[in-house]
């Protein structure tokens, strides 16, 4: 019998869903894995009939971070041969991290239990999490002495700043939810049994919104540190132009000026 796909995409109407799906191994990230998200997340990042994405993890856990009985059977291998692995392995799995930063869409992370190494780069890859009062998240990688991968190094101090950063990936201390919330890390904590009825909730608001200008609006934030204030002033107005000329904004004055709920098509 052949095994599971590690990576499941399903999809329900203008939602895509990714689900990680080892939950016997905590979802950690092993090299077959690796390939499965790369392409996942490609073909969800594609697919110009989503609205939004939702990135989720199958069991109790989330991700824990990458697969350490597939590191240790590379052991055996010169340290020269692993080397040039491990980078060729690690660059091509970022693709995935390429992929949901860029895509056009919003993404949704919706997490549980283990956040960890490259789940919690994976998580802080999306643009809105909700995290149930069970999760906990830990960098990991000092424990197993690697450095971390999945633009960690990247995202974090974005998210938290340069000095906490440091200290979640310098001491991979634990911390729980509603300390990620407190970071900044994710942006609602809920009870673990209201979990998925928060997502869809969120994912039904972005699903029904104008489509245009949440991908603008994700495509100005993710650019905007890369330009000064005067680029960032300029993209600002093509882009309000651009949403101004669509369908969508005909429905949305129509809707306010005749005190109706909106009907986005997109």
Not at 55 to 77: N, V
Not at 88 to 117: K, L, Q, T
Request: glycine share 8%; charged share 20%.
């Amino acid at each position: 019998m052949a095994a599971p796909p590690t990576v499941l995409v399903t999809r329900d109407g203008a939602v895509g869903t990714l689900t990680l799906n080892r939950p016997e191994a905590l979802n950690v990230l092993d090299f077959t894995m690796m390939d499965a998200l790369v392409a996942a997340t490609g073909e969800l990042a594609a697919d110009n009939a989503l609205k939004v994405v939702v990135i989720r993890g199958a069991g109790k856990h989330f991700m824990a971070g990458g697969d350490i009985r597939t590191f240790a059977a590379e052991l055996a291998k010169p340290p020269a041969q692993r080397r040039t692995e491990f980078s060729a392995a690690v660059d091509r799995v970022h693709a995935a991290i390429e992929s949901i930063v860029r895509m056009s869409h919003p993404v949704v992370a919706c997490v549980h239990g283990a956040v960890a190494g490259f789940g919690l780069s994976l998580m802080n890859a999306c643009d809105l999490v909700v995290a149930a009062d069970n999760s906990y998240f830990a960098a990991a990688y000092r424990n197993i002495a690697l450095s971390p991968d999945g633009g960690g190094t990247w995202s974090l101090p974005r998210l938290v700043g340069a000095r906490k950063a440091a200290e979640i990936l310098l001491l991979s201390e634990r911390f729980d939810a509603q300390d990620a919330l407190r970071l900044g890390l994710v942006n609602r904590v809920v009870p673990a049994a209201e979990l998925d009825a928060t997502v869809a909730a969120i994912v039904a608001s972005l699903a029904s919104g104008p489509a245009l200008a949440l991908r603008n609006t994700k495509r100005l934030l993710r650019e905007s540190p890369q330009r000064s204030l005067s680029e960032q002033l300029h993209a600002e107005a093509l882009s309000f132009g651009a949403c101004s000329a669509a369908p969508d904004f005909d429905e949305g004055l129509a809707a306010f000026l005749g005190k109706r709920t909106p009907r986005f098509e997109g």
